[in-house]
């Protein structure tokens, strides 16, 4: 079992940042691969990133691409999302999730464990 916690969500003007944190605990999250998702009122969860369990490989949505950078600490069971030049469409509950593999995974039924979701707002 892994339990994941996020934290490092907030209120930001548009074309701020923020860095989103995802704290792993039970077991060693070298092993699993990793992604963040995003879940604005009204609409669906949809993917944002993901990183390869080594942190040698990264995908990126489409919204997030020049923007948004995906990064883990293995050592600190911990993994990142950097969010800059951001928007009020990318106001959300953002998720990290985790599943034990080697590569990356685009959907949320490919992950196994989940966070409780760290709010981010974005004002315009």
């Known amino acids: 079992q892994v339990q994941l916690v996020e934290f490092g969500g907030g209120l930001v003007q548009a074309g701020g940042s923020l860095r989103l944190s995802c704290a792993a605990s039970g077991r060693t999250l070298s092993t699993y691969a990793m992604g963040w998702f995003r879940q604005a009122p009204g609409k669906e969860r949809e993917f944002v990133a993901a990183?390869?369990?080594?942190?040698?490989?990264?995908y990126y949505a489409d919204s997030g691409k020049g923007r948004f950078t995906i990064s883990r600490d293995n050592a600190k069971n911990t993994v990142y999302l950097q969010m800059n030049s951001l928007k009020p469409e990318d106001t959300a509950v953002y998720y990290c999730?985790?599943?034990?593999?080697?590569?990356?995974?685009?959907?949320?039924?490919?992950?196994?464990?989940w966070g409780q979701g760290t709010q981010v707002t974005v004002s315009s």
């Open positions: 999730a985790a599943r034990y593999g080697s590569s990356w995974y685009l959907t949320i039924d490919q992950y196994d464990y």
């Open positions: 990183i390869s369990r080594s942190g040698g490989s990264t």
